[in-house]
């Protein structure tokens, strides 16, 4: 892999990463709260998390390239609070990431959430534990797959982005150009070589880390069905 | 004395819980009703894990919640703990670290981790996983983990319905001994009064979500007599006279054991168990196991013989067609209800005051613990 290549690689790994721990930290809460709301708004707010699942990154976007803008107040408060423009930066694609990759997260979470119900929350409250405490030696050891289901697929999904980023965050080496970007500079050049070890190493890399969250996800899976 | 005053409201789906009752918990006191009767609930509001009731719950002078000063101490700050009826272990852990669950919360732990584990049982299963254990020993691993909390208080909601009669057996056995060791105060809710008949001291009986009785627990069992009576299609209990009669003789020789009614005596097949002399023993007869004859039988193969004066006799005022009375019957102090017909009744010219003799058969007596 060339060194521009491996610059996109460490700037992928870096957003996904950065990505993936503050869609666990934003979206383990707001799982949580859509998993225990009887609110009708309830659908509202899950209908605005699946967006991205069906919206077409470009619309996504162009919509933050504006928000991003000096012009516009989420800029405006960005430039003035850290002295840099907020578009065309990493955190411009680590936000966007967020919010692309957001219902890859917050989905499997909240299906696990509500799937575990509030029998054993109930049990531990009875036994002394309180709400923060309930989560850590219960809520999280029962439900340890799915969070590492949605932490795999959000990851795997920001490696993956291209329209968004390609949106906001533009090209610029070591700040915001990404593999999926990379790959389709290669294409454009009609370096189709190193596009091919890109392609197969994004292929790869995908491939390993899906089989790892079914591997992982396999001995429930058997014992559900046996049982 | 450990008072736990009610005064609850909440609005439920099928009918509003009610419940304005001052109740004296020494021993284990009772919760009996029907299924939907609202007696799960009310012990889900003390514990506080009901949170859309209304009123004021105060438990040995410590107030509990108080909407009226919105006031609300949290389930895991009441010190009051509740076995579940599908036991609620935690499945990642095993039988002992879910115990230990319970011990590291416990503030001014006084209890032996060890000795709860033998006075449940459990010594030989402390490693096992919690998904390997049938329904009984999962009740004795919740029972032993509620203990480790070291409640002041402990709600038992129909820990028995899912188990079979050996397992319901022993873990009665067990709740009894427990409370005994322990000086623990318990609140158990059965649909079962044979249940609550063994091991309580007293019952508070509800239905669509009131207090219709409370008190003694032989005397609420009597009362539900009645209600039954008046309301057959309640289907509330067995008419039965619920006694706890000292024993005077574990076996007589014959294979029978001796119950002593004052100056008369009681028959009944000897049971499994040790037994001491003076020993208080439950036991219930049904009210339609029972007969009366105007003179003492001399040659029957009933052992049961007891003398007694009419005190009562009751018609269901609901169900006229069912020409049958409950006719109640002192002997030596102690109320018997016996279930007869009216042809009967008017065959013996049965009335108030007469007195008759009442018998049954040893098998009759029954014991819902041996």
């Keep these: ?227 | 004395m450990t008072i736990l005053s009610l005064n609850i409201n909440l609005r439920y789906k099928t009918f509003d819980l009610k419940i304005n009752q001052a109740l004296d918990l020494t021993g284990i006191t009772g919760v009996f009703g029907r299924s939907g009767s609202g007696k799960s609930t009310l012990l889900r509001a003390i514990a506080g894990l009901e949170k859309k009731i209304t009123g004021s719950i105060v438990f040995h002078e410590k107030i509990l919640i108080d909407t009226t000063q919105n006031l609300c101490v949290k389930p895991e700050k009441r010190n009051i703990s509740l076995v579940f009826q599908d036991s609620r272990l935690f499945g990642h852990l095993t039988v002992r670290d879910n115990l230990k669950y319970a011990a590291k919360r416990c503030v001014n732990s006084q209890l032996n981790f060890a000795d709860i584990l033998t006075l449940t049982e459990l010594d030989d299963l402390a490693d096992a996983s919690v998904n390997d254990l049938s329904s009984g020993q999962k009740q004795r691993v919740a029972l032993a983990r509620a203990l480790l909390t070291e409640p002041k208080l402990l709600l038992l909601d129909e820990p028995l319905s899912a188990l079979d009669q050996v397992s319901k057996t022993k873990l009665l056995n067990l709740i009894v001994k427990i409370q005994q060791q322990l000086k623990l105060p318990i609140l158990y809710v059965s649909h079962s009064v044979d249940e609550l008949q063994q091991v309580c001291d007293s019952m508070l009986i509800l239905s669509q979500g009131k207090v219709i009785n409370y008190g003694n627990i032989h005397h609420t069992i009597h009362q539900l007599n009645f209600i039954s009576n008046s309301l057959p299609s309640e289907h509330l209990i067995h008419q039965q006279t619920s006694l706890s009669l000292p024993i005077t003789n574990t076996d007589n020789g014959q294979g029978l054991m001796v119950l002593a009614l004052v100056e008369q005596e009681i028959l009944l097949p000897r049971l499994p168990g040790e037994f001491t002399h003076n020993q208080q023993l439950r036991c219930f007869i049904l009210a339609s196991d029972i007969s009366i004859c105007l003179s003492e039988p001399q040659n029957s193969t009933i052992v049961n013989h007891l003398s007694g004066t009419i005190n009562a006799i009751e018609s269901s005022s609901i169900d006229e067609s069912t020409h049958s009375v409950l006719v109640t019957v002192v002997c030596s102090g102690q109320e018997f209800f016996v279930h007869i017909s009216t042809y009967s009744q008017l065959k013996l010219a049965l009335c108030i005051n007469k007195p008759v003799y009442l018998q049954f058969k040893a098998g009759a007596v029954r014991t819902y613990l041996y």
């Design chain 1, 1 to 227: 892999m060339a060194s521009p290549d491996l610059l996109a690689l460490a700037v992928t790994l870096k957003m996904a990463a950065l990505t993936t721990v503050i869609l666990l930290l934003i979206g383990t809460p707001l799982a949580w709260f859509l998993a225990k709301m009887t609110s009708r708004f309830k659908v509202i707010i899950e209908a605005i998390v699946a967006l991205p699942l069906v919206l077409p990154p470009t619309v996504l976007g162009f919509y933050l390239l504006i928000a991003f803008s000096p012009q516009h107040l989420p800029g405006k408060i960005w430039q003035q609070a850290t002295g840099q423009q907020l578009a065309f930066s990493f955190s411009a694609i680590v936000i966007g990431s967020v919010l692309y990759s957001l219902p890859f997260v917050v989905q499997p979470l909240q299906k696990a959430f509500e799937q575990l119900g509030d029998s054993l929350l109930e049990a531990g409250s009875m036994l002394g534990a309180g709400p923060i405490d309930r989560f850590f030696t219960i809520v999280l050891p029962l439900t340890k797959t799915s969070f590492i289901t949605a932490a795999s697929l959000g990851f795997a999904h920001t490696v993956g982005e291209f329209g968004v980023i390609l949106m906001i965050g533009g090209n610029i080496p070591g700040e915001t150009r990404v593999l999926s970007i990379a790959l389709f500079d290669h294409v454009e050049a009609f370096d189709y070589a190193k596009a091919h070890v890109l392609a197969i190493s994004l292929l790869v890399g995908s491939m390993i880390l899906l089989g790892c969250v079914y591997l992982l996800n396999l001995p429930r899976r058997i014992t559900r069905k046996t049982s």
